[in-house]
């Protein structure tokens, strides 16, 4: 079965730049998440949606940063515009129901510069 | 202060030896409980979900006390293949909350 994919895998964009982070859940979960690590911080969870419905954006930093989850199958978040600050890894994972175990994807090393 | 709290560490610790690591978690409402396992420049994957009469799965077993708010999770016999940041999980109604982690590393 595929896991959750996430793209790209790698970014380095120079600040000012807008960000767009892609995630495609695995079939089936109704709960998607965004996080967020760094070596400072951890694992931060930044929003999380229920049913493609947005339950919890309080961990998301500011305005720059957004998330949309169109249907099912596919979620993004934006950062718009970057900062080097928002260099960090940014994981997506899902799981059938918010209280289940949750699945990683690879993560997006995201760089600005 | 942190709703999920673990020890840094790191640990280090010779192959074969027993280890131990606590998580303190300050939501008394918390239902579920996780241990996940991250290894450098990866992401985080389950490790065993902590049941409230403890369960065990191999060299590993976790534990919940309810009372003093804190899972732990033991490894025995520890391998090189251990070696890893390990992250406890508390979960509340729709708030999935990770500690920082702890790192062991298991020396030859």
């Known amino acids: 079965d595929a896991g959750v994919i996430q793209s790209p895998r790698h970014e380095v964009t120079e600040m000012g730049q807008e960000v767009t982070l892609r995630c495609k859940p695995i079939s089936g979960h109704n709960s998607l998440f965004w996080y967020r690590q760094t070596m400072m911080r951890g694992l931060e969870l930044l929003i999380y949606f229920n049913n493609n419905v947005p339950i919890d954006d309080s961990g998301m930093p500011e305005d720059r940063f957004s998330a949309k989850m169109p249907n099912a199958s596919f979620s993004t978040l934006k950062i718009q515009p970057s900062e080097p600050r928002d260099s960090a890894v940014y994981f997506c994972?899902?799981?059938?129901?918010?209280?289940?175990?949750?699945?990683f994807g690879d993560g997006t090393r995201l760089s600005i510069l | 202060r942190k709703e999920v709290e673990q020890d840094p560490g790191p640990f280090n610790v010779p192959e074969g030896a027993t280890v131990a690591f606590n998580c303190t978690y300050s939501n008394s409402a918390s239902q579920s409980f996780f241990w996940y396992r991250q290894d450098c420049r990866k992401e985080p994957k389950l490790l065993m979900s902590v049941y409230s009469s403890g369960n065990e799965d191999g060299r590993f077993t976790a534990q919940l006390n309810r009372a003093s708010q804190y899972i732990s999770l033991l490894i025995r016999d520890s391998k090189l293949s251990d070696s890893a940041t390990y992250l406890c999980v508390a979960y509340n109604n729709n708030d999935m909350r990770f500690g920082a982690g702890t790192r062991l590393t298991v020396k030859p």
């Open positions: 994972a899902s799981s059938r129901e918010s209280n289940q175990p949750q699945h």
